[in-house]
């Protein structure tokens, strides 16, 4: 017998897309809040480097962020329903591509 599958609607990718949107803009404020005391906010300075502080703070947010983005799909996977679970996934790579992205706005 063929393998029948509910997949889930429209409806259910964009509420999937508002979760993702509003864990990102949420989990951002918390590690940019969490990792204000590291780096420099002046880039170009001339008596001393700022590479290796911004360097200590680009990691911590990266770490960060990946362990918080992990939880929530370990979480999400045992209580989402079996049709939705095939969404996270995607929004899982979606949220790994956004840690590097969201690096523009933590350094500007």
């Given at each position: 017998?063929?393998?029948?599958?509910?997949?889930?609607?429209?409806?259910?990718?964009?509420?999937?897309?508002?979760?993702?949107?509003?864990?990102?803009?949420?989990?951002?404020?918390?590690?940019?809040?969490?990792?204000?005391?590291?780096?420099?906010?002046?880039?170009?300075?001339?008596?001393?480097?700022?590479?290796?502080?911004?360097?200590?703070?680009?990691m911590a947010f990266l770490v960060l962020?990946?362990?918080?983005?992990?939880?929530?799909?370990?979480?999400?996977?045992?209580?989402?329903?079996?049709?939705?679970?095939?969404?996270?996934?995607?929004?899982?790579?979606?949220?790994?591509?956004?840690?590097?992205?969201?690096?523009?706005?933590?350094?500007?």
């Open positions: 017998m063929a393998d029948i599958r509910e997949k889930s609607g429209p409806l259910a990718l964009l509420a999937g897309f508002a979760g993702f949107v509003a864990f990102e803009v949420v989990v951002y404020y918390v590690l940019r809040y969490l990792t204000s005391g590291l780096g420099e906010s002046d880039q170009l300075q001339t008596d001393h480097t700022t590479i290796v502080s911004n360097w200590v703070k680009t962020h990946l362990a918080l983005v992990i939880g929530a799909v370990l979480m999400l996977s045992n209580r989402l329903p079996r049709r939705y679970r095939g969404q996270l996934m995607g929004w899982f790579y979606c949220s790994l591509l956004m840690s590097f992205i969201l690096l523009i706005p933590l350094f500007s």
